[in-house]
């Protein structure tokens, strides 16, 4: 179960919320994902008492709500969404906070905040922080990189080059995520981010030379904090002649966490400039995604001269 307590998410996002702890009280309250396959955006929004057990958003619309009904009923209201524990409830919009809903939060110890913030602007931000903050993670051994806008994971045995190779992307103005260790999220339902650990950033190891910081060596253009996870291209050592395929006809992908990401294999071999060969599968990854397929043009043309030569 991926979980963290409000005290962390008010230290984060003070600043960002102007957010003001109106009463030092609950302070270990937990914000959790209860049930697998959620994500951290479904953990909050507007006031809701069918899902009580949310981050609860307090804004304009709610105060008005709170003002024409009878205290009672809110009383009542407020009591029942309290008894599911939620992590949290923030009153937005810069409305003053009502005392029959701080009486409610310090009897059941629910933290209370308040914020200038618009309330679409605070739930946006939340939720951006919840997805990465509660999302599942893996780590992956390879180099990331930001090749033409796209993140890319050089993958293969140890030895194979990845590093050598990284290292010429990045003198063509390529940018260096993560080597070695690379930290993989699922912040969406698609999409898989990836960044370097804190200990490792803007290092890269090459045989012979040690540890590089690229950062410094080719400035700070060459190093990335993250990438969206778009291609994997693995480096395979040399295999015989007949069992290398000339025209992979379908298309590969590898799961991560879950989601397919298109897979590319590059023989290794003397001769073979690596990186123009890893920029063309980048460049042709981005045409397939834009709806242009090379070798399936190919298999039309072709199908259309045979259909021609019949005629």
Partial sequence: MRRFNVLRLYEDNREKLALNWVAAIGIDRQIELKERGNYGADVVGHLNVIHPDRLQVIGDAE??????????RLLGQLNELMAAEP?????ADGHDIDPVIKQVCEATRTPLFSSPKPCSAVIDLLRIYLSSRLADTSSMHGVFMDVFGMGILITGDSG???SELALELISRG???????????ARIAPTTIEGRCPGMLRDYLEVRGLGLLNIRTIFGETASR???KLKLIVHLQKPVAAADAPRLPLDAQTQEVLG??????????????????LLEAAVRNTILQLRGIDSMGEFINRQ?????DDDM
């Fill in 303 to 307: 199908q259309q001269a045979l259909l």
């Fill in 160 to 162: 194979v080059g990845k």
């Fill in 174 to 184: 390529h940018g260096l995520v993560a080597d070695d260790v690379v930290e993989l």
């Fill in 225 to 227: 904090r993250k990438m």
């Fill in 259 to 276: 989601v397919p990401i298109r897979k590319v294999l590059i023989p290794v071999a003397a001769g073979r400039n690596l990186a123009v």
């Fill in 63 to 72: 105060v008005s709500w709170a003002r024409r009904v009878d205290p009672k």
């Fill in 87 to 91: 992590p949290a409830l923030i009153v």
